[in-house]
């Protein structure tokens, strides 16, 4: 036998702390889990307001990245230039997608790391 160790005694291998470790684990990601679950329905619900063409357009969609109230300056429809007026809905739009979709990744970021998961 070696030193400092009695028969039947196995050297200690570091790693997870047992059973109660691994229950500790579960628990943590449990809440986390409930965390992410939470943040991301807060983010649901939250609104996002973009405007194109010097605010003649403005659009607002939430963060389920659907549009939720459009308003068009009656100053800028003109029937001759529907085209130009298409582009700034759209412009507006998207815009409004692109806040939710940076604010949702930042939000779930500080749960994934900085990982980029699919979906999140």
């Known amino acids: 036998m070696g030193r400092g160790m009695k028969a039947g005694k196995r050297p200690k291998t570091g790693g997870g702390g047992g059973r109660k470790g691994q229950m500790a684990q579960i628990q943590q990601l449990q809440a986390m889990q409930r965390q992410m679950e939470e943040t991301q329905a807060e983010l649901e619900e ?5 405007t194109a063409g010097g605010g003649v ?5 939430n963060g ?3 549009l ?3 308003h068009i300056d ?3 429809v003109d029937p001759d230039d529907v085209e130009t007026l ?3 809905v759209i412009a ?3 815009e409004g997608i ?14 994934t790391g900085g990982l980029n998961i699919p979906g999140m």
């Not at 939250?46 to 973009?50: G, P, R, S």
């Not at 692109?98 to 749960?111: H, L, Y």
């Open 86 to 88: 298409e582009d700034l």
């Open 46 to 50: 939250k609104e996002y307001t973009a």
């Open 64 to 66: 389920k990245k659907e």
């Open 68 to 70: 939720l109230e459009l």
């Open 74 to 76: 009656k100053d800028v």
């Open 57 to 61: 357009i403005t659009a607002k969609v």
């Open 92 to 94: 507006a739009v998207n």
């Open 98 to 111: 692109r806040q939710a979709d940076e604010d949702i990744t930042e939000e779930m970021g500080k749960f």
